[in-house]
């Protein structure tokens, strides 16, 4: 394994997501310093220029972490990021940058140990492709 | 609307890699509209456009600003301080924006940010469709309140040709045959036999076979 710390920038639904962070540190399983989160009240909040952003500021990869896509409390905000995820990774295709760095993970709000295995498999799939060139 | 479709990012940063200062320009008519040009995809690209040249280790300046329309020259106006700093301009108005801006300001370099696609409306959320061919002599109530110039592949004004087949045109399944469509329609009127009543040929000459169009109306011009 490399020495190389990616910077991910975690967008965390305020229902599913928050609740599965609050129950992993339940478990007394902590998220790496590396993610940050930020929390949305929903991730069909989330807007394209959003998720660009972080990557602009520097961040190695970028994930959205939302509901089932049959448990949304707004319906169908989860889908609509899923779409809009999609919509970044057509961006960073076009710029020949790899797509992988952005993905979408769905939870549910019991799945504490779900939640930090996703930070660690962005940490995982990053240090594969290695650090931004955006810097 | 004008509905228009964004150029391929690829496109954009070719034409602007020579100049390091560029502003995007938004319009916040049809374009916000149909989600290509307004503040939300001005942001986009201008991040999209920062990204790209830090990715390439090139420092880049990208100014945003977003008028009410590109369309008008007292909204035109409104950057007349500012282009000036920038090195290029590119406009997400549908084709007539850049062109106005370029005829407001001659020195400066101005691209479309745009491929402008046609007059149309949003079928479904995400889904735009063609209903105007802006002929300058509106006829549609001929044929029950439906283009056929605009919506028949040969702008047919004289029935569907051999090739609709169950509703659709023979260019694409995705094509419905408007004269299907307009035929089924004067039928459920009870108008049918309107549709072969004697009409003069159409005068194209309101038409772009008339060259480039212009309309003045005395009553307000100032």
Known sequence: MNDFKPQIVAFCCSNCASSAAAVADGMKKTLPDNVKIIQVPCTGRIEILH??????????????AGCQDDSCRYISGIKKAAKRVAGVKRILEEIEMDPERINIFNLCAGQG??????AYEMINRLKEIGPSPVK | ??????????????????????????????????????????????????????????EIEVGEHVLERQCDPEYIDEVKDIIDDYDAVISLACGVGPQFLSERYPSARIF?????????????????SERCAGCGQCV????????????????????????SSHGKCEISDDVD????????KMMAQGRLDELVKFRPPKSWTTARDGGPRKMVREELVI
């Open chain 2, 177 to 184: 045959c408007i004269w299907d469509i307009i035929v089924r």
């Open chain 1, 113 to 118: 140990q779900r939640f930090v295995e996703v």
């Open chain 2, 112 to 128: 479309p940010g745009v491929n402008t696609k046609f007059m149309g409306g949003a079928v479904e959320h995400g889904v735009w």
């Open chain 1, 51 to 64: 998720l660009l952003k972080a990557f602009e500021q520097g961040a190695d990869g970028v994930y959205v």
């Open chain 2, 140 to 163: 549609i109530h001929y044929f029950g309140g439906l283009c056929p110039i605009a919506r028949c592949s040969k702008s047919l004004m004289n029935g569907p040709c051999g090739g």
């Open chain 2, 1 to 58: 609307m004008i509905v228009a479709e964004p150029k391929p990012i690829k496109e954009l940063l070719e034409m602007v890699q020579d100049f390091n200062k560029i502003l995007v320009i938004g319009c916040k008519g049809c374009v916000t509209v149909c989600n290509v040009g307004g503040l939300k995809e001005v942001g986009i690209l201008a991040s999209t456009l920062k990204i790209a040249r830090k990715k390439d280790g090139r």
